[in-house]
């Protein structure tokens, strides 16, 4: 049998005994001290002054809160008249039940500083608005004009394109029948197969600069070359650059060829 002194290990006293004791677990000095501490914070923060706006904004909660009695003048003036609590103003009680809310201006600022903020966010917004419209107009504009550049260099190719075929063909269509070239460009532009000498070039430099210039002078630009050449085709020898066509005659080209511009042919 086991000795009636020895230390029951599954006891309550000893496992109390040796929690106290334990390691990791708080002492008691310290878990006191903690203690203390907690319940001076808690008085330091009952005893706290609040900052008088704070005061201000809970006192006058708490009077709004509260329903007015015979306490306030004008409440026991109105029960003099027969004013219940509840009732409505007026004769017949169907005017105001409650009392008009208070607006508490609890800034520093004046009286019309509210209404200059609005106006300056109102001037703000216009201007943010007008400027994101000038944008888009600006935009816009980059846009139109890029497109319009882009359609005149195509239109520039296009012309250029038709001019060469057209001089490709009056120089095609004029040997056919022996004629001469009747306007210089008329024909595509070819180098001669006798050229002059340095010395000659320089002798006769200056009057082939003249003439150079007399010429440039003279010469129209290519859109107008390509009505000039286009229209001669047609009437000397009855042939179309768009439709790529020779009609027999005259009437033969009115009556089959859509027009005598590019736009015709579309």
Known sequence: MADEDEEDYMSDKFLLGEAQNAPGLVPDKIAKKYKKESKHNELNERNKIKPMRIRESEHREQGLASALDSSNKGFAMLQKMGFKHGMGLGKDGTGRAEPIPLSIKADRGGLGHDMLLKRQREVKEVLKHEVAKKRMKIEENQRHSFRQHMSGKFAERQ???????????????DRSKDLPCVVKWFWPETKPDNEESEEEKEKDGTEDADDDDDDE??????????????????????????????????????????????????
């Open 217 to 266: 002078e003279d010469e129209p630009e290519p859109a107008e070359k390509l009505v000039h050449l286009t229209m001669y085709l047609r009437r000397t020898h009855q042939y179309c650059i768009w439709c790529g066509t020779k009609f027999d005659d005259d009437q033969d080209i009115a009556d089959n060829c859509p027009g005598d511009t590019a736009q015709d042919h579309e």
């Open 159 to 173: 012309t250029a394109s038709d001019l060469y075929k057209s001089q490709k063909a009056c120089e095609q269509l």
